[in-house]
């Protein structure tokens, strides 16, 4: 088993990732605090709220701010900023003094529907809200040591704990939206308290046993539905749209809202793994490789409908009408994480780096002010970022994810091996061979292939250092102290098991020539279709790069016929690397009779005339002037 | 200006067309009768329904019956047929003893809504029903020369003459849902009376006019929301939904419901024939060309949305969930056979029988007794034809296209000329040249390409035939009494201009290769793919023919690398042309390395293996083992 190297050890100080760690502190994180605070948010911890008054509190909402504080916590530890820290210190103590004398803390069931408490853990969200109050507690005390947050949430666990379980007088309950489970092993890694983990096993466990919970729960309500409606009529699937079809061991299928399904699955990684639970990792392993074999976009985008924003049938990945909302994605990160400490085997790396620098980046604007709720694969031009949600949960969410990139470096085993999963620029502080190790990274990644980590140590020492090689890359060269050496690959990543001096250095070049990416052939939108990735980059077609082509019309030429032309542009989107390719466009008149009765049908193919297409990567579209987009071309 | 030839003057005595209308006759029109009758459509004519008993009466249910009354009664003049006649008979005498006193005839508001009678003309269907019945009494009336329900029409067409108008007392509204405006054209050609032409002019032309009927209606009933709720909310655009944003002289586009947009375009033309009103043919025009430019199947199937069963953008003609609705395509046929009487132009012709070959004949099995409503391009294996729907506005409305068929065959310019628009093997009178001529027809049509036509007549006579050259045939030959003869073109049709005598034959012979049919390249579910077309008769593949080949996965090879045979098969859906084309399977599993953390994405274009596909015709499908169904297939 591997743990991750802690996002508090390692410094990203340098390249692609320093500056998008930079746009999320100076830009996003500011932006979401006066969000919070315009819309109301902030102001529903003061509990004043009376009926009738305008702003109404959402039960939503206690989440966003909690998401925030979060990310706000991770950066102000590894960047310090007075500033943040102060608001940051403003809304924990709002967050603090909004608990209740029971431990109860919820803003929205505190003053809005007070009789109405734990009545509605299929819809109302309390669980969920509790969750993301637990996981900003923890990164609170983390990032600054204070423990008022933390403790107030311990409080509240504890308060959680008495209500919910097996026991006489408990409600045999379970969040209809997950997120609690993750967060309860979270803390309990944090306090050492076995009985947050059991909790957190308690609801993993619970899920799906029959009688269904929400019958029983609504009964309770005399039959008043709960906050989405009731159960019979409005949401019939809604056992699938929730996960609780069926216990968690017995989920074979990927199901539901896509959100809630990777918040669950991470649960059951993390109570599998603290718990030595094999059937529980088997289903996390049978979930994983149905999400990514059958409903994961080639963006690492998931969930295809917007309907119940979650997973639909087999293969049914749809462009235009893609969901793959951002905290979906978010969440497979999270996921992957997850089980990449199993075994560092690289697939898991490979789905976490896709949707890292695809899926979930999209989800910003390059100011680092506007967010994607949902990010299309294809767009006839008129999908663009917002400056907030109703329902805002994605933005904060990707803001935290950034704010801790450092914890999805670098994993450890023990103090035998260290592994490489994710190149930066910077170092980390970790124990290996017995000794206080630093190692230093360097990478033009993702625009250059070139990773670098140089030992630092005050002896000599022995252990194994892991570098992956992506699975993109055909060709990688590894060089230690400048000289070419073999070394064994395991499960995607090299493996140098030798001893270490102070200065010793490995380098890999990794080949990042454009590829094409071909769908599997059941996925019906992208049949016929190619897309471009290079390096963990895919890349998408905007109309404002193509001044003679209607995106509409446009296909590329088959790869024998058109070489592609990678180069960076420092004057391009903030400095990126574009994509050159030679292509065609559809002509829409015809000149022969068309012989049907109508234009729309004829007899002969449509006229092709060459064109030069131009790619950017897809987590840069919609930056610039508004227009079609398409990830997927035909290929002819 | 040209004039059909009547159905009742024309006979279809054998071939495909006769055999439609066997089946019609036989079948269809049984079965229609026994749903009316066993879902109580028919006891609700008694009007004794009571509050509270089931079932409840639909507003629709009165069109569903007119539609068979007018279909069995075309059948009943061509077919005579005993038991027929006695349930046309049982149900006429329904109707006309269901009229009131003072002229009205609706089974639903004379006995469920009383009190609501022509408060809610935009969602209650009530002159929608009238148009129906109008158009039944009229055939009835010419079928069988009784003038019952034809003079109980009148009266209630008198009636709502009274209502509706923009004199004092008078009601300034319209329908809803178009219909009666042709109705009552017919009803005028009939009775020759103006008011009753007065009256379709006068809905025709206050369509569309400010401020918006609906919003006057709504008021009028004090706020009360219409049958399908209320305006400002639910129907936000309804205006364009039910063609009503703009007078129908200033509208440009195709919008909305595809059945209301048919009646009424229908409706436009038969006024501007009837008027010679030159701006309203031109809307006609105009929005014949968006129709079948923009908006059209290859089927001739129109309306793309499920939402309001209507058009969407410009080309936006998506296979699988294509609406294509049978009646939306029964109402194009009706618009195309009356603007091709304005000049007889063979564009008008080809999309005639394109939609008659294609997109209406799907709406029947194979059997005449399950239906389709819904009529995709593409099936995933689930989409069947049923007995029957609550709203069953489509099978009785191929039912009375079917029957009357006959007077879609020819047309006629005074006595001077005949066009033959529509091959069929039977005959029809005419007069020509000052004499009585019989004209009588032999085809092949659609397996072969053979058509005659042989002139029966007293005393040699001068006049014109024109016979009408397909749009998809390239290769005509003209022979006359057996010696080729050159003919000169006009619009899409061969004239002979001569002095015919008795037992002159003109034989027309039609190559009929089978071809491959592209779409307008901005149709984007139809990019990079074909569909196969023989003679008027679209091809589609269903699983069932291809063992080896799953549909979802298979392509053609380009034309050149792929011949085709076309074979008639008695054996197959009762004796149909089968196509034979060689293509292509895209294997799901890879060998090479997917190298992208997940086998849904491939460096490698999925391997092909050959293999051989057959297709049969679009309208024969769905009638063996359930299993997909595509008409584009993507070639490569």
New interface residues.
């Given amino acids: 088993m591997w743990s991750p190297v802690p996002w508090r050890d390692v410094s990203i100080t340098d390249g692609f990732w320093a500056e998008m760690q930079r746009r999320n502190r100076e830009r996003t994180l500011p932006a979401e605090y006066r969000q919070c605070r315009d819309t109301g948010r902030l102001d529903a911890l003061r509990l004043r709220w009376q009926p009738g008054q305008q702003p109404r509190p959402h039960f939503f909402w206690d989440s966003d701010v909690a998401k925030w504080v979060e990310a706000a916590s991770y950066s102000l530890a590894t960047h310090p900023d007075a500033e943040l820290e102060a608001h940051v210190e403003e809304v924990v103590g709002l967050l603090v003094a909004a608990q209740q004398p029971d431990g109860y803390l919820n803003s929205y069931f505190t003053v809005v529907e007070p009789e109405a408490r734990f009545t509605d853990t299929r819809d109302a969200h309390e669980l969920y809200c509790a969750g993301h109050l637990l996981e900003a507690a923890v990164a609170h005390f983390q990032a600054t040591g204070r423990r008022s947050l933390l403790d107030a949430l311990c409080r509240y666990a504890d308060l959680i704990g008495t209500v919910f379980g097996r026991g006489p007088g408990q409600k045999p309950g379970y969040p209809g939206h997950e997120e609690i489970e993750l967060a309860l092993v979270r803390l309990w890694r944090t306090t050492g308290e076995r009985r947050h983990l059991d909790l957190a096993r308690y609801f993993i466990d619970e899920r799906g046993r029959q009688p269904l919970w929400w019958e029983v729960e609504e009964q309770a309500r005399g039959g008043t539905p709960g906050h989405f409606g009731g159960l019979t009529k409005t949401m019939r699937d809604l056992p699938r749209t929730n996960q609780s079809h069926a216990p968690v061991r017995e989920q074979y299928e990927a199901v539901g809202h896509s959100v809630r399904a990777m918040y669950l699955y991470c649960g059951m990684a993390d109570v599998a793994q603290a718990t030595g639970d094999g059937p529980l990792w088997a289903a996390c392993e049978r979930l994983w490789d149905d999400v990514?074999?059958?409903h994961?976009y080639?963006t690492g985008g998931i969930g295809s409908t917007a309907s119940y924003e979650g997973f639909t049938a087999d293969y049914d990945l749809p462009n235009a009408s893609a969901y793959a909302e951002t905290c979906a994605a978010v969440g497979l990160a999270f996921f992957a994480h997850r089980m990449l400490q199993r075994d560092c085997d690289?697939?898991?790396?490979?789905?976490l780096?896709?949707v890292l620098f695809n899926g979930v980046l999209s989800g910003v604007s390059a100011d680092g002010e506007t967010f994607f709720y949902v990010n299309p694969l294809a767009s006839d031009g008129t999908r663009h970022r917002q400056d907030w949600f109703s329902c805002a949960c994605c933005p904060p969410n990707v803001a935290r994810l950034l704010a801790s990139l450092g914890g999805y470096v670098w994993s450890v085993r023990g103090e035998e091996e260290a592994a490489l999963h994710l190149p930066v620029t910077g170092s980390a502080r970790v124990r290996l061979g017995g000794r206080d190790v630093t190692l230093e990274q360097r990478t033009d990644q993702p625009w250059g292939g070139a990773v670098a980590v140089r030992v630092r140590l005050g002896a000599p020492a022995r252990f194994a250092l892991r570098l992956r090689v992506p699975?993109?890359?055909?060709g990688a060269r590894l060089r230690c102290n400048g000289e070419p050496v073999a070394a064994p690959t395991e499960r995607g990543y090299l493996r140098l098991d030798r001893e270490w001096r102070d200065g010793d250095e490995v380098a890999l070049e990794l080949a990042m020539p454009v590829?094409?990416?071909?769908?599997?052939?059941?996925?019906?939108d992208d049949?016929?279709r190619v897309?471009l990735?290079r390096g963990p980059l895919v890349y998408c077609f905007e109309q404002v790069d193509q001044p003679d082509a209607p995106l509409?019309?446009a296909?590329l030429l088959p790869e024998s016929a058109a070489p592609a032309w990678a180069a960076f542009d420092p004057a391009l989107l903030g400095g990126v690397v574009a994509v050159t390719v030679a292509g065609a466009v559809?002509?829409?008149e015809t000149t022969a009779g068309?012989?049907?009765?109508?234009?729309?049908?004829?007899?002969?193919?449509?006229a092709r005339r060459p064109v030069v297409l131009r790619a950017v990567p897809y987590f840069a579209w919609d930056n610039r002037a508004p227009g079609a987009m398409r990830v997927w071309l035909?290929?002819?």
Same sequence: chains 1, 2.
């Fill in positions: 990514t074999e059958r994961m080639v690289g697939r898991y790396a490979d789905v780096e896709r699975g993109w890359c055909d590829q094409r990416v071909y769908a599997h052939p059941e996925v019906q049949q016929g897309a990735q509409a019309r296909l559809e002509e829409a068309t012989g049907h009765g109508s234009p729309l049908y004829r007899r002969a193919r449509p035909r290929e002819a």
